[in-house]
């Protein structure tokens, strides 16, 4: 194929602007996909993304386009590679990934919503790429719709004349002609090949899926020459070489096409089933080849940690194999075993945010049947001893004692918001609340306001989104990206349930907020902790003492029942025999408190409320 007519192209928007609704809508005018077998979101393929209305791995696909319209062939014929790119800030690195492999991109804007704040980083991302920009507007049809209003605000946000702004509906196609034929027109053809391009193969990985029977499949955009089906090929960066399998395109499914020319996008299916070999960003060429590695990404940097423990120590093999399965198609995903003396042995993993780690753990239930007992989430903070020895701290349970420790840093990010002005009140005292600082504020068309804020990291993950919506009826947007690291005021909190502690009930909170956290996590574990064979003491400690204590009582079983008649006196022979009884099982041990995963699971879902 003459790269002259090939246009690699993302969207990306904010999340719920309609993405995976125009992603439907090109699919079906292109005639990629037959009337027969098309759905909604047909690019979301896990059942996770299609309940939750939200896109969470990227996928690619690959359009033909007659310039003269869909129903007539005699027009130009294009090849069209779209990589569809998820919304949500937890997922950006994939948009990233996306962002090297395609020329331009389709920015898209509710007109119902507006700009948001998801939508500016994006910008910015594909800005940094160089990439060409096409601004749509989209739900043209929706009686909300503020088109005039949207237009305006793209138009002075990306210095262009308002004529420039495409009008769009995914739900009834309006619009969507005249896209396809603007994706042509303004999208520059496949840009980065070198005079080699006709000789040796060269291309970037940007994703790769895994199969039982074949191996890891690479998601690869061609940069130079041409890649064949039994060609021998290597990894820059593992240095491991290879057979291609099989080398085809997205239509959306893998179709074997044999070979994958300079400009173009598609698969290699490498039959490598070893981990660790394989990475975002490698370089593949051929074996013994002269080109050089490809400029790669960089690496994802975990924001969010959480341990991860199976229910039952016998499914331990079964969870390391699974977490190295879902690495293999979430490289953002990572994770080391560590051990626990209640919850005996699991894994120590890293996440890019919250709504990550929700759908890393509801996979591992799905996909692989597992039942898992999962840790309050943290994040890493670096701790200096007395001794000046720095350390980085990914888990509460081995945060230093207080004693030990001469300097911490945490984390801080740089938040923009985006909300509308009736919620500035309440938003100005939730920023206090949680540390923030205002740098900036600006007024959009319409009346919204744009808050850049700085704010802990640590802060940030303590509800602060959820908060955010709640005050602003749902109409606020967030996104962040961390500044490095700054000094920090905190302490570690633990739990002691029958004078044991808890490792996964500890955590690090603000010095100023440490009374206040230890009081409400007693009261909480207080209400959702069985009652025991014995007296249960709930304590919370920090900084060497214990601040707040709530006593559970036993569980009582009648010993008394049986009796009928007689002196009072039999009845309190037995009841002090069952009290000593208790104590003796306490002073020797054998009183274990048992946690059922319910009491983990609430203490986790309720944590930052």
């Keep these: 194929m003459n790269p002259e007519y090939i246009r690699n192209f993302s969207i990306i928007a904010h999340v719920d602007h309609g993405k995976s609704t125009l992603a439907d809508r090109l699919l079906e005018r292109t005639g990629t996909i037959p009337e027969r077998l098309m759905r909604d979101q047909v690019l979301d393929r896990m059942d996770l993304e299609r309940e939750r209305g939200i896109t969470i791995k990227m996928q690619p696909v690959r359009m033909v386009y007659h310039s003269g319209g869909p129903e007539r062939s005699e027009g130009q014929k294009y090849i069209l590679n779209l990589i569809d790119t998820p919304g949500h800030i937890d997922f950006s690195y994939e948009v990233s990934r996306a962002l090297k492999a395609v020329e331009g991109v389709l920015l898209l804007v509710d007109s119902t919503q507006g700009i948001q704040a998801q939508t500016l980083t994006t910008l910015a991302a594909a800005q940094a790429q160089n990439c060409t920009i096409i601004p749509v507007v989209s739900k043209i049809d929706v009686p909300a719709a503020r088109v005039s209003e949207v237009v305006a605000e793209l138009a002075k946000l990306l210095h262009v004349p308002e004529g420039e702004i495409l009008l769009v509906s995914g739900k009834t196609g309006a619009g969507v002609d005249g896209l396809l034929e603007q994706i042509v027109k303004r999208i520059p053809p496949p840009r980065g090949l070198s005079p080699s391009a006709a000789k040796e193969p060269r291309g970037l990985i940007f994703d790769f899926s895994y199969s039982t029977h074949r191996g890891i499949s690479v998601f690869l955009r061609v940069f130079d020459g041409t890649f064949r089906k039994g060609q021998s090929l290597t990894f820059a960066a593992a240095g491991q070489d290879f057979t291609a399998l099989e080398i085809g395109i997205f239509t959306p499914g893998e179709t074997p096409s044999g070979t994958l020319s300079a400009g173009e996008i598609g698969y290699i299916v490498t039959g490598v089933k070893e981990p660790g070999i394989v990475a975002v960003g490698d370089t593949i060429g051929a074996a013994k080849g002269e080109l050089p590695a490809l400029p790669g990404y960089e690496r994802p940097r975990p924001v969010v940690w959480a341990s991860v423990y199976p229910e039952s120590q016998d499914d331990l093999p079964l969870l390391r194999?699974?977490?190295?399965?879902?690495?293999?198609?979430?490289?953002?995903?990572?994770?080391?075993?560590e051990s626990s003396g209640v919850l005996g042995r699991g894994f120590r993993c890293g996440f890019l945010g919250l709504l990550h780690l929700e759908i890393i753990t509801e996979r591992l239930k799905r996909e692989f049947s597992l039942s898992l007992i999962v840790t309050i989430p943290t994040i890493a903070y670096a701790v200096t001893g007395t001794s000046g020895v720095r350390e980085i701290v990914y888990t509460p349970a081995k945060f230093p004692e207080h004693g030990n420790i001469a300097h911490i840093e945490e984390p801080w990010a740089k938040v923009t918001i985006i909300t509308p002005p009736e919620s500035i009140s309440a938003l100005v005292q939730m920023l206090y609340e949680?540390?923030?600082?205002?740098?900036?504020?600006?007024?959009?068309?319409?009346?919204?306001?744009?808050?850049?804020?700085?704010?802990?990291?640590?802060?940030?993950?303590?509800?602060?989104?959820?908060?955010?919506?709640?005050?602003?009826s749902g109409y606020a947007s967030l996104s962040y990206e961390l500044i490095g690291e700054r000094p920090a005021d905190v302490v570690r909190l633990d739990i002691l349930v029958a004078e044991e502690p808890i490792p996964a009930f500890a955590r690090v909170v603000a010095r100023r907020r440490v009374q206040e956290e230890a009081e409400k996590m007693v009261e909480r574990i207080y209400a959702i902790l069985p009652k025991q064979l014995f007296v249960t003491k709930i304590q919370a400690r920090s900084q060497g003492r214990i601040i707040a204590s709530k006593t559970l009582s036993a569980m009582r079983k009648d010993v008394t029942g049986y009796l009928y008649g007689g002196d009072v006196s039999r009845k309190n022979k037995l009841l002090d025999k069952q009290k000593r009884g208790k104590k003796k099982m306490l002073e020797r041990g054998k009183g274990k408190v048992n946690i059922p995963e319910e009491v983990f699971m609430k203490m986790v879902q309720e944590s930052d409320r």
């Design 434 to 472: 949680h540390e923030a600082r205002t740098l900036a504020t600006e007024t959009y068309q319409g009346g919204r306001v744009e808050m850049t804020i700085e704010m802990p990291l640590r802060e940030l993950m303590r509800g602060f989104f959820d908060k955010l919506k709640n005050i602003s």
């Design 321 to 337: 194999q699974s977490l190295l399965r879902l690495r293999l198609s979430d490289s953002s995903l990572s994770f080391e075993e």
